[in-house]
């Protein structure tokens, strides 16, 4: 029997972004309030349809870029101002993810150095950073004294899957620098980790373990005083990708 495409019904496909970033010592993921049906007024991650000439990295950087105004960094250059680690995540295709019809979402995960309050565009109204634990919380109230709707679609697994997908890279990969200015200082990629992982670490001991880390971090020569204090030296990013040993995660 010949191929028959008509024999088979159709679906759309989509690109959802999970994007984390730390912000005053807290680790936020990007959300932008859905001004279209279905869920319109919802908080959702950002994301959108395929288009039928590109492919799925193609179609996450431009929704990044169309609903939040940042850019994906491209991991073979140095890292720019307001720009983004992005890697695929998991793909979703529950048939009644979506009311409108079926959709098979492709999530991708996107890490970035503290940045600003994004811009809304798109079909957002609106886009902002919040605490990745206030958006997985299920009824009460935001910091900001708005109620707690649960996120449009099937996005609170999508964004759970995505911190925990960060949260297991920066142990054993240099994936937490993603998180950081071209330099820093120990601290500020310590505070990094502290944000992701939800745990105090001893700054000696962790000092220790990533200077001593081959390949993690590289002295620029340069010291700080953003912190307040002495001066603090800089680092950037090694070009290890696999660190060895790992950083493991403390228990909690």
Known sequence: MPYDPSAFPPFAVTVDLVVLTVRRHALCALAVRRGEAPFQGRWALPGGFVRADEDLAQAAA??????????????????QDNGAHLEQL?????????????VVSVAHLALAPDLPAPRAGGDASNARWAPVEELLQQGGFGRDGEPVA?????????????????????????????????????????????????????PRNFHRKVTGTPGFLVPTGGTTTRQGGRPA?????????LLNPPMLRPEV
Do not use: N
């Open 150 to 202: 649960p996120l449009a679609f099937d996005h609170a697994q999508i964004l759970s899957d995505g911190v925990e997908r960060a949260r297991s890279k920066i142990e054993y990969s240099s994936l937490a620098t993603a998180f950081c200015p071209p330099e820093f200082t120990v601290g500020e990629l310590r505070r990094v980790y502290e944000a992701v992982w939800g745990v105090a670490l001893d």
């Open 90 to 102: 998991a793909t979703y295709g529950d048939p009644k993810r979506d009311p409108r019809m079926r």
């Open 233 to 241: 030296q800089l680092f950037r990013a090694g070009g290890a990708t």
């Open 62 to 79: 431009r929704e990044l870029a169309e609903e939040t105004g940042l850019r994906v960094h491209d991991p073979a250059v140095p890292a």
